[in-house]
């Protein structure tokens, strides 16, 4: 065979193709090996070499017919690569160099479009115009995408409509419908099929849920629930201190629900502040003034709720803020009397008799319920009974003769009480000045005895004294008989001694 004249290969065959999944009895028929030296007379044998020969694929030595002996799956190996000889029946030696050959498995439509990152969670502001971007989707479909449309997708919104749309060929997401209001409804769920064979009837189909979420803009402004507040406030109230709470509420969520309050200025304006309780958005009033019932009874004044943070594009819906009355009623709290003046100063002369009035003080009750008041001497502050005090008229009187140049003044505490209410009490001091009078003679601090010459000149100082009182410091005219005739004079400052 060696020595034969070299002859042109001439192999003859069917293009090989294998339908995947194919379920008949029988083996598969995928094609024919042939060769033109075969001329018929079963002279040839047909050997079959290479990927998944004998185990998948079988061919007839004689004929060349080649078979698919189960079933197979284009997604699991889309082809085999084989090898083929023609040889010599005989001798078994090839007529024809090895040749190599594909079979590829057709692929029939039996995967459906899967989307692998399902479910999908999207978000998108309210009130977006219609078309705006959510999300994109993809599903992928194992099929042959060269081959016929099995792996051409096609993406249809099952449930989610009139809301949202979706592109047939890209999968992305869009709203479909205006001014959808987050504080109407904020979620929503949409049902997406893949379909491939582009849609056809008798295309295999996946689905997949998209979860999506209004987010909340600022297009809700404050508002209060009612129109009118009424609070109580007693008068006792602390400067600083809530006194009380109200409160608008903001459809909207986090920071565009943010609420500022401001008083408008008015009756009651000065008298109270507002602030915001950032964690609920209450707006809590404080008292800026000490109040008094008897003074005033009532405030009303306005407040308006407004937005911290404003969106310019929804400016036009209206007036982002709410205005409310608020009325506080004060309510009277039993108070102590109080005094006409802080403090009281009065003047006695030391001779004044015991028994006598050196003055008054007055306390009131100014309660709406005003009521009688007693007076009298707080005793740690007289503790020997100097004073007495009528507790009806608050008239101070005397009990004693009083001293000056034992004690020049007397500090004492004089207390008011609330007849109805004994508890309720208050204080003043009164000072009491004790006048001096005249009613001590001028000593020397100490007895002298001076000597003076005969022939002493007129005028002439003999002796010095320095008075011990003021009272010294007068003119004083000494008359000392010296045989009736010497005559001695005091100055009225130093007291000197001269003879005139």
């Keep these: 065979l060696g020595q034969r004249r070299r002859i042109k290969r001439g192999w003859v065959w069917n293009q090989f193709f294998v339908l995947e999944e194919y379920m008949g009895s029988d083996p598969q028929y995928v094609g024919k090996l042939h060769t033109d030296l075969d001329g018929g007379h079963s002279a040839v044998k047909y050997t079959l070499s290479g990927d998944g020969a004998g185990s998948i694929f079988t061919i007839d030595q004689t004929t060349g017919d080649i078979h698919a002996l189960r079933s197979l799956d284009r997604e699991a190996k889309p082809y085999y690569t084989l090898r083929a000889q023609a040889v010599d029946i005989d001798t078994n030696r090839p007529l024809e160099p090895e040749s190599e050959f594909v079979i590829k498995v057709q692929d029939i439509n039996d995967n459906e479009p899967k989307f692998l990152e399902g479910p999908y969670t999207a978000t998108v502001p309210e009130m977006s115009p219609v078309g705006t971007y959510v999300t994109q989707v993809t599903a992928t479909d194992a099929d042959d995408p060269t081959y016929g449309n099995s792996a051409r997708v096609v993406y249809s919104i099952l449930h989610g409509q ?43 189909a996946g689905t997949t849920t998209i979860n999506i979420s209004l987010s909340d803009v600022n297009d809700n402004p404050p508002r209060f629930s009612k129109s009118f507040f009424h609070l109580r406030v007693p008068e006792s109230s602390s400067v600083g201190s809530a006194v009380g709470r109200i409160k608008a509420h903001d459809l909207d969520v986090g920071r565009n629900a943010e609420v500022e309050y401001t008083i408008v200025p008015g009756d009651g304006g000065a008298m109270f502040g507002i602030t915001t309780n950032e964690h609920n958005q209450e707006g809590i009033i404080i008292l800026k003034r000490p109040l008094d019932y008897e003074s005033k009874k009532a405030y009303t004044f306005k407040v308006d709720a407004s937005n911290a943070h404003l969106d310019p594009r929804y400016q036009s819906f209206g007036a982002f803020k709410d205005t409310a009355t608020v009325k506080i009623n004060v309510l009277d709290v039993d108070e102590p009397p109080v005094f006409n003046k802080p403090s009281y100063v009065m003047d006695v002369y030391e001779d004044t008799p015991a028994g006598t009035i050196i003055g008054a003080v007055t306390a009131q009750d100014l309660d709406a319920s005003s009521g009688p008041v007693r007076y009298s001497i707080d005793w740690k502050s007289d503790m020997d009974s100097y004073f007495d005090i009528d507790p009806v008229e608050g008239t101070i009187s005397t009990n004693e003769l009083l001293d000056r140049e034992s004690i020049a003044r007397h500090n004492i505490s004089i207390v008011a009480t609330k007849l109805n209410s004994p508890v309720l009490t208050s204080r003043v001091a009164v000072t009491v000045n004790v006048l001096d009078i005249n009613e001590f003679p001028p000593e020397l601090a100490s007895p002298h005895e001076t000597f003076v010459c005969e022939n002493a000149k007129m005028g002439q100082v003999r002796l010095r004294l320095f008075p011990s009182t003021p009272s010294l410091r007068r003119l004083i005219c000494i008359f000392f008989p010296v045989k009736d005739v010497l005559i001695f004079s005091v100055s009225p400052t130093a007291v000197d001694w001269s003879v005139v």
Excluded: C
């Excluded at 419908?177 to 295309?203: F, H, T």
């Design 162 to 204: 009139p809301y949202f749309s979706v592109d047939p060929k890209t999968g992305v997401i869009k709203t479909a419908l205006p001014n959808m209001d987050r504080e109407v409804k904020e979620q929503y769920q949409v049902l997406i099929q893949a379909k491939d064979m582009g849609g056809q009837l008798g295309g295999l």
